[in-house]
């Protein structure tokens, strides 16, 4: 399942002195199978762009095709809510969203509410629980009695657990620790790998340049750039001047680059880095 | 110089766990330095940030904090020298505007009236948030907010501050905001840091990292000391430095690398040496 932005346009609180645009004239296309990172500084845009992909807020202008289904501002609110189960939604510090008193209870509630009976919802539930890598034993407990990051693979089985076709996460290692955020990460290039659509929101770029196959870049409500990580970030000044990062590697390359080394394609991740470097070098088997 | 905190032997045990929180944890800290206290999540770094301020009660050992013992008796004098930021900007506010919020503390206190507006007005000015006295904090940043957290400790007027993982919900502006105003602050006022966190630019900072496993001092050194474990430092919670990463994988891949902690920096004088005698 793709989606597709046409020209949208996204105004807050229109009509209002307090109006604000929120998206600015964004064409862009998700395609389905892919890791797409959306990056872009602190009120570029980011959030509204990821609350159109399941229809939050429908287009001021322009049109949004989620699969089959074309949302415009005239869109009735109504019928919305199988969109709500194909575009899966982990937002922010998700896990202060559970409720239930148990964890399989928590993770069945979204199937449930679409329909799904409960002997399969609690099914489900038990798959994917299995699915964020936490054991069968945490699905009779309390949520609430779980660290920070078992919970918030609680909240994120719940959104697995709907069947979602586009699986959409917003910055969901925030607030993690270094290993916690390692197994998230790796949870989802799992995930992708098994076939899982992934949409990335994301202020780490080593993240974006390991793991995303495609990159959209968002400043001012406007859709600045896209491409692979690799076009994306090649242009270091640019992405400073859209107060975006570099992936360490990049950084680490251009600092070599001022010192006369040499490379045909600025390396992103560490693997690109360290092969161009032996050919600068020589290694083992140089000798 | 004398040590300001003085932790001996100190013992912490939650009543529903079996293994002790902390064990026999002594360190010191000298007045004006900063301290990292680093160590995976579950290890006893916020366990030891709340015996400190004499949230939980130590099961057995001292805390001197200048000098003083931390006991029932103490526990007022000692809060009122050492303050803490807490990891989520959202869970700390108490007050409608962001003055308010500052004040708070100061009224818990009683301090009187004419110099509690002193105090708010100059520790909303040491975070650069006097233009936001009358704001209401949730309609803040994240890094906003955090500032606002530290003005409330500021007004107190500490000796020490608790940073306990303080950026950790931050996007990377908001932390490198947030890093730069501390290591001001601790200049300006002459403060005494302790930082509980995982990530490495706050480690970097630190005069002494101690490192806490399973609630046990393991390890305690200068960051370039703890950097240097490289991978292994993956198991104390902290991210290995990238220059550590890109040396091991260079070492792997059969070039001559130093065992010694290299910044990035020192890396790339090191590789271009020893690019130009290949």
């Known amino acids: 399942m793709d989606i597709t932005f046409d020209h949208v346009s996204y105004t807050y609180q229109a009509g209002t002195p307090m109006a604000g645009i929120g998206l600015d004239d964004v064409s862009l296309r998700i395609r389905g199978g892919d890791y797409t990172a959306i990056i872009g500084h602190t009120g570029s845009g980011k959030s509204t762009l990821l609350q159109h992909l399941n229809a939050l807020l429908k287009p001021s202008a322009g049109t949004v095709t989620i699969g089959d289904r074309v949302i415009t501002s005239d869109t009735s609110n109504k019928n919305l809510k199988p969109l709500r189960q194909k575009v899966g939604m982990v937002f922010q510090f998700a896990e202060s969203q559970l409720f239930e008193s148990s964890v399989e209870r928590d993770v069945a509630f979204g199937p449930q509410n679409f329909g799904v009976p409960a002997a399969e919802a609690l099914a489900l539930a038990k798959k994917s629980v299995a699915q964020v890598g936490l054991p069968e034993t945490v699905l009779a407990k ?28 917003d910055e969901p290692t925030a607030g993690l620790d270094p290993a916690g955020r390692r197994d998230m990460m790796q949870l989802f290039a799992k995930l992708h790998a098994d076939g899982q659509t992934i949409v990335l929101v994301t202020h780490q770029m080593d993240d974006v340049a390991d793991y995303a196959d495609r990159v959209l870049v968002m400043d001012q ?17 640019w992405l400073t001047a859209h107060q975006l990062g ?24 560490e693997g690109e880095l360290i092969a161009a470097l032996r050919t600068q070098l020589g290694g083992a088997d140089h000798e | 110089m004398a040590n300001i905190i003085d932790v001996k032997d100190l013992e ?48 057995a050992g001292t805390i001197k ?61 040491a975070v650069g948030m006097q233009e936001y006295a009358n704001r209401e904090p949730a309609h803040l940043s994240g890094g906003q907010k955090q500032r606002v957290a530290i003005a409330g400790v500021v007004a107190q007027q500490p000796d020490i501050i608790i940073l306990d993982e303080a950026t950790s919900m931050l996007d990377p502006a908001g932390r490198k905001e947030i890093i730069a105003l501390i290591r001001e602050l601790k200049a300006k006022l002459n403060l005494t840091v302790v930082s509980i966190t995982h990530d490495l630019d706050e480690a970097a900072l630190a005069d002494q990292i101690i490192v806490l496993d399973s609630g046990k001092v393991v390890e305690t050194g200068t960051p370039a000391t703890i950097f240097a474990r490289g991978s292994a430092m993956a198991k104390f919670g902290l991210d290995v430095p990238y ?27 090191y590789l271009w040496t020893l690019r130009s005698t290949m």
Do not use: C
Request: glycine content about 8%.
């Open chain 1, 142 to 169: 309390s949520p609430f009695d779980l660290s920070g990051g078992q919970m918030r693979r609680v909240a994120i089985a719940g959104v697995l657990a709907m069947q979602p076709e586009i699986l959409v996460l």
């Open chain 1, 221 to 237: 409500g406007k859709l600045v750039k896209s491409g692979t990580p690799q076009d994306v970030f090649q242009d270091a000044d």
């Open chain 1, 246 to 269: 570099l992936p360490h590697t990049a950084s680490f390359a251009l600092k070599l680059q001022a010192r006369g080394f040499k490379f045909a394609h600025l390396p992103q991740t």
């Open chain 2, 12 to 59: 912490y045990s939650y009543a529903e766990q079996k293994a002790p929180a902390l064990q026999h944890v002594s360190f010191q800290v000298e007045q004006g330095s900063w301290v990292a206290v680093i160590g995976h999540n579950g290890s006893g770094k916020s366990t030891l940030a709340k015996n400190m301020l004499g949230l939980l009660e130590p099961a």
């Open chain 2, 65 to 125: 904090i200048s000098g003083m013992e931390l006991s029932e008796e103490t526990v007022w004098q000692i809060r009122a020298r050492v303050g803490i930021v807490f990891q989520n900007p959202d869970s700390q506010f108490v007050g409608a505007t962001v003055a308010d919020d500052v004040a708070f503390g100061l009224e818990n206190r009683e301090v009187p009236r004419p110099e509690m507006l002193e105090r708010v007005e100059a520790a909303l000015k």
């Open chain 2, 243 to 269: 220059s550590e990463r890109v040396k091991e994988d260079l070492t792997a891949a059969g070039l001559p690398m130093p065992n010694t902690y290299m910044s990035e920096e020192g890396l790339v004088d």
